[in-house]
């Protein structure tokens, strides 16, 4: 029996190009171990470990955590990750962050969810959160019930500060300095594939279709366009 390689493939994507989105329909239809750097820190923060406080304190000065810190933090969880196919989200985000990566392990591809900016500033600034589940709805494609009220608890929704107008235009400049020379370096490579458009549900089919080339459709459902 011949034992196929494992798959290490990368997403990326600037803040609200339906990276999340995308990463839970690759878990489901591939089964692929999903390991995001936000969830992570998120986790490290609230149970108050050493790197939690660390990098909360760096959060609450307006700083990026440094490398050596978010590097230490993926690599010591992606070791419990090494019999696996895995999918890494928000990480590597700098040159640096990459290189370290390379050392641990070879990544085979690197997704790269390539959404014009002017979409995104839509899709953000439309967006409301139920606080408490981290229920997200949009305005204009999954609107809420009652407008500004949470559909399961009747709770009220709200605006991240991450979400408002002025925030997420900085935020898209600062993905762009940053990830830029990041998706040169692994251009460079031969790993970027990358998937235009302005609808994650038309970029997807392209995107299943690219991955059904490196492993199979572990889920029980056989749509016509897999969701």
């Not at 290490?8 to 995001?36: D, Q, Y």
């Not at 790197?51 to 909360?56: N, Q, R």
């Not at 304190?57 to 696996?84: F, N, V, W």
């Not at 591809?109 to 229920?135: M, Q």
């Given at each position: ?6 798959l290490r493939?990368v997403?990326?994507?600037p803040?609200g ?6 990463s839970?329909r690759i ?8 390991l ?12 108050r470990?050493e790197v939690g406080i660390?990098a909360k304190?760096?959060?609450d000065?307006?700083?990026?955590i440094p490398?050596d810190?978010?590097?230490?933090l993926m ?6 990750l090494?019999?696996?196919n895995?999918?890494l989200?928000?990480?590597p985000r700098?040159?640096?962050?990459a290189e ?9 591809t ?15 600034t439309a967006?409301?959160?139920h606080?408490?589940?981290g ?6 494609f999954?609107p ?6 949470d559909d ?7 605006q991240?500060?991450?979400d408002?107008p002025?925030?997420v ?5 600062a993905y762009d ?10 251009r460079e490579?031969?790993?970027l594939?990358s998937?235009s ?7 997807w089919?392209?995107i299943?279709a ?9 889920s029980?459902k ?6």
């Amino acid at each position: 029996m011949v034992v196929s390689p494992l798959l290490r493939a990368v997403i990326m994507g600037p803040p609200g190009s339906g990276k999340g989105t995308v990463s839970a329909r690759i878990i489901k239809h591939f089964g692929v171990k999903h390991l995001s750097s936000g969830d992570l820190l998120r986790d490290n923060m609230q149970k108050r470990t050493e790197v939690g406080i660390l990098a909360k304190s760096y959060i609450d000065q307006g700083r990026l955590i440094p490398d050596d810190i978010m590097t230490q933090l993926m690599l010591t969880e992606l070791k419990a990750l090494d019999q696996y196919n895995w999918l890494l989200d928000g990480f590597p985000r700098t040159v640096a962050q990459a290189e370290a990566l390379d050392k641990e392990c070879h990544v085979d591809t690197v997704i790269d969810l390539d959404v014009p900016f002017e979409t995104i500033k839509c899709r953000l600034t439309a967006r409301w959160i139920h606080p408490a589940s981290g229920r997200v709805y949009n305005l204009e494609f999954s609107p809420p019930k009652v407008q500004g009220i949470d559909d399961i608890t009747g709770e009220p929704l709200v605006q991240r500060d991450d979400d408002k107008p002025e925030t997420v235009s900085r935020r898209l400049q600062a993905y762009d300095a940053q990830t830029k020379p990041v998706l040169e370096y692994y251009r460079e490579k031969g790993l970027l594939k990358s998937f235009s458009g302005t609808e994650t549900n038309k970029i997807w089919p392209h995107i299943y279709a690219f991955l059904q080339t490196k492993l199979p459709d572990v889920s029980q459902k056989n749509d016509a366009i897999p969701r």
